[in-house]
């Protein structure tokens, strides 16, 4: 293994670990503050948008089937569906809505 290889490892290891263990180093205290817990239960909802939303938009040659994906998206969550009901009735409106396309 070249030295890179072991060097590109480490760092790999480090940027993996550092954010684990610093929640555990500052926030020794048994109560997270009502302001950032509020931030912190957000953070998996805005990493899953910004992953999913430019594929959304490239998903097809016209850009608005992607609009339409997300449009459907948007309503199901607004109306307080869940994660399986916004994802299965996404595809639901975009499988009725191919033709159009």
């Known amino acids: 293994m070249s030295e890179e290889m072991i060097y590109l490892i480490i760092g790999m290891a480090l940027v993996t670990y550092i954010p684990r263990m610093l929640p555990l180093v500052f926030f020794n205290a048994k109560k997270i503050p009502p302001r950032l817990e509020g931030i912190l239960q957000n953070v998996p909802y805005?990493?899953?948008?910004?992953?999913?939303f430019p594929g959304a938009l490239l998903i097809h040659d016209n850009v608005l089937f992607g609009l339409t994906g997300i449009g459907a998206a948007f309503l199901f969550s607004f109306f307080g569906g869940s994660m399986i009901v916004v994802v299965l009735g996404s595809v639901v409106v975009l499988t009725v809505l191919t033709p159009l396309f």
């Open 46 to 52: 805005a990493a899953l948008g910004a992953l999913i």
